[in-house]
């Protein structure tokens, strides 16, 4: 056990540090700005009270990342509560009040308690990288949703053939609007002269998009007030699709160039129905080291993919899945898992046989990315790439 426990409580521009020994007793409780400088000053006032000291954290990112830096270039162990564990912790303290001295406090002896609590690991330069690039990916993909969805709704108020008729998912549609929006101009314009202007910017199955929106413009032919304007906006929402499918192609060549790097990608990357996207998604969610979660069933129970027992009194057996998860983990076992279907005859055999246990589309997918977790983990651990015949433990 250490001598000594360090909680802080992360802020955005300040932190509170509070260090207590085994006893429980506070033997500082200091106020500190999120400044290289104040932060290191803090770590030789603890040092100086005892070298053997555990650091306890209440967020792992954003405001947290100087001080886990400088805690970790200075080889010192740093603990991990949630926020929500921290908050569910004071309420068995004594008093009400919520100040950051009491939350720091908590921390710190939460830290002197239990003994579950995971270390932060030295993230490794790729995985941080990938995390970045993926997390990035993921918010242009959201912007890319809404903006869609304004564009849908403002061309509605004018064109609701064209709405209709139309998917905006794809960039041809998209490009469409770029240069006609009103019924009058594409009846003007016609379906060869359209279509000739698509194949120029290189669109695909430009005549049928031609002729989808020159039926979508016989079937209106009123126009509606405040068309003009609406028009131009029409084009700035689709050319800022455009933009943002533009910046995506560049983030996924960025994503598979670096995902090329880390040292498991050749070994991830064999395993079908994994891509480059979502092998870094997968690393950028593990960190790519699997000594962090000691076992198969740990990372299984991180992805969400093993059900927790929940039960009382006379239920017992009652399964459910954990509240306390990683999401984007999930997203990316599920995703796999449904697109081996198509490429491994083993995952889809597994698949119809859970099916016809009785097992609805997302149940038996599921139970596949379960099983899949399985097969990845031993695929790391041997560092073997994938083969029908890999032997791995069966799920739980």
């Given at each position: 056990m250490p001598e000594i426990w360090a909680g802080v409580d992360i802020g955005k521009t300040h932190h509170h540090a509070v260090v207590i020994n085994t006893e429980g007793e506070r033997l500082l409780?200091?106020?500190?700005?999120?400044?290289?400088?104040?932060?290191l000053a803090l770590l030789g006032d603890v040092l100086a009270i005892?070298?053997?000291?555990?650091?306890?954290?209440d967020l792992n990112h954003g405001g947290a990342a100087l001080l886990i830096g400088l805690l970790t270039a200075h080889d010192q162990s740093v603990a991990y509560l949630t926020g929500l564990a921290v908050y569910r912790a004071s309420a068995t303290y004594r008093g009400e009040?919520?100040?950051?001295?009491?939350?720091?406090?908590?921390?710190?002896?939460?830290?002197?308690?239990?003994?579950?609590?995971?270390?932060?690991?030295?993230?490794?330069?790729?995985?941080?990288?990938?995390?970045?690039?993926?997390?990035?990916?993921?918010?242009?993909?959201?912007?890319?949703t809404r903006q869609i969805n304004r564009l849908r709704a403002q061309l509605l108020e004018i064109f609701p053939a064209l709405e209709r008729s139309l998917d905006l998912t794809n960039k041809g549609p998209v490009m469409l609007l770029t240069g006609y929006q009103t019924p009058a101009a594409i009846r003007r314009t016609g379906a060869k002269r359209?279509?000739?202007?698509?194949?120029?910017?290189?669109?695909?199955?430009?005549?049928?998009?031609?002729?989808?929106?020159?039926?979508?413009?016989?079937?209106?032919?009123t126009a509606l007030p405040g068309e003009k304007l609406a028009a131009a906006m029409v084009v700035?929402?689709?050319?800022?699709?455009?933009?943002?499918?533009?910046?995506?192609?560049?983030?996924?060549?960025?994503?598979?160039?670096?995902?090329?790097?880390?040292?498991?990608a050749e070994v991830i990357r064999s395993l079908p129905g994994v891509g480059a996207r979502l092998g870094a998604e997968f690393i950028?969610?593990?960190?790519?080291?699997?000594?962090?979660?000691?076992?198969?069933?740990?990372?299984?129970?991180?992805?969400?993919l093993a059900p927790q027992p929940h039960d009382s009194g006379r239920v017992s057996g009652n399964l459910r899945r954990p509240r306390r998860y990683h999401r984007g983990l999930l997203r990316t076992m599920y995703l796999s898992a449904l697109a081996s279907l198509k490429s491994?005859?083993?995952?889809?055999?597994?698949?119809?046989?859970?099916?016809?246990?009785?097992?609805?589309?997302?149940?038996?997918?599921?139970?596949?990315?379960?099983?899949r977790i399985n097969v990845l983990w031993a695929m790391i651990r041997d560092r073997q790439c994938y083969h029908a015949s890999l032997s791995v433990p069966v799920a739980a």
């Amino acid at each position: 056990m250490p001598e000594i426990w360090a909680g802080v409580d992360i802020g955005k521009t300040h932190h509170h540090a509070v260090v207590i020994n085994t006893e429980g007793e506070r033997l500082l409780s200091r106020r500190i700005q999120n400044d290289e400088a104040e932060l290191l000053a803090l770590l030789g006032d603890v040092l100086a009270i005892s070298d053997d000291v555990l650091w306890a954290v209440d967020l792992n990112h954003g405001g947290a990342a100087l001080l886990i830096g400088l805690l970790t270039a200075h080889d010192q162990s740093v603990a991990y509560l949630t926020g929500l564990a921290v908050y569910r912790a004071s309420a068995t303290y004594r008093g009400e009040g919520k100040t950051d001295a009491k939350d720091a406090f908590v921390i710190a002896d939460q830290a002197r308690i239990r003994r579950d609590l995971g270390l932060l690991r030295p993230g490794d330069e790729v995985a941080i990288d990938l995390r970045t690039l993926t997390t990035r990916r993921l918010d242009l993909v959201f912007d890319r949703t809404r903006q869609i969805n304004r564009l849908r709704a403002q061309l509605l108020e004018i064109f609701p053939a064209l709405e209709r008729s139309l998917d905006l998912t794809n960039k041809g549609p998209v490009m469409l609007l770029t240069g006609y929006q009103t019924p009058a101009a594409i009846r003007r314009t016609g379906a060869k002269r359209i279509e000739t202007w698509l194949k120029n910017r290189k669109v695909k199955g430009a005549a049928a998009l031609a002729g989808t929106a020159v039926d979508a413009a016989q079937a209106q032919h009123t126009a509606l007030p405040g068309e003009k304007l609406a028009a131009a906006m029409v084009v700035r929402l689709a050319k800022g699709v455009m933009a943002l499918d533009e910046e995506i192609a560049e983030l996924d060549a960025l994503i598979e160039d670096r995902f090329r790097e880390h040292p498991h990608a050749e070994v991830i990357r064999s395993l079908p129905g994994v891509g480059a996207r979502l092998g870094a998604e997968f690393i950028a969610a593990t960190g790519g080291d699997m000594d962090a979660f000691g076992s198969a069933d740990r990372l299984a129970g991180f992805a969400g993919l093993a059900p927790q027992p929940h039960d009382s009194g006379r239920v017992s057996g009652n399964l459910r899945r954990p509240r306390r998860y990683h999401r984007g983990l999930l997203r990316t076992m599920y995703l796999s898992a449904l697109a081996s279907l198509k490429s491994c005859p083993a995952s889809k055999a597994y698949y119809q046989r859970k099916r016809g246990e009785g097992k609805g589309h997302k149940q038996a997918l599921l139970a596949l990315a379960r099983r899949r977790i399985n097969v990845l983990w031993a695929m790391i651990r041997d560092r073997q790439c994938y083969h029908a015949s890999l032997s791995v433990p069966v799920a739980a």
